[in-house]
Nanobody
Framework: QLQLEESGGGLVQPGGSLKLSCSASGYIFAINSMVWYRQSSGKQRELVATVKVHGETNYAEFVKGRFTISRDNAKKMVYLQMDSLRPEDTAVYYC????????????WGPGVQVTVSS
């Protein structure tokens, strides 16, 4: 059973940056896709970014050019660098693992709050 835990959230002003980290309890080199989702109040959870086992990345349109996802399989870590943050980026951010890469996230972290406000 893979366990994930996010860290690095908090309050930041518009235009600022945060780096989220996701620590895995087990090896992630066999996990095809590691993902970041987010959920704002009253909205459905939405995909933010994915990173494949060999580093290929994909981003939602609303974060392209501002967020960067990465993974370190040896350290069992996944990261989300968030720059040029906007108030609409305020959400709970979740790390997830999609072992097959077919779009089904089987493992989730508890989530971390990111608030963008002046």
């Amino acid at each position: 059973q893979l366990q994930l835990e996010e860290s690095g959230g908090g309050l930041v002003q518009p235009g600022g940056s945060l780096k989220l980290s996701c620590s895995a309890s087990g090896y992630i080199f066999a996990i095809n896709s590691m993902v970041w989702y987010r959920q704002s109040s009253g909205k459905q959870r939405e995909l933010v970014a994915t990173v494949k086992v060999h580093g290929e990345t994909n981003y939602a349109e609303f974060v392209k050019g501002r967020f960067t996802i990465s993974r370190d399989n040896a350290k069992k870590m996944v990261y989300l660098q968030m720059d040029s943050l906007r108030p609409e980026d305020t959400a709970v951010y979740y790390c997830g693992a999609d072992p097959t890469g077919w779009g089904t996230v089987d493992y989730w972290g508890p989530g971390v709050q990111v608030t963008v406000s002046s």
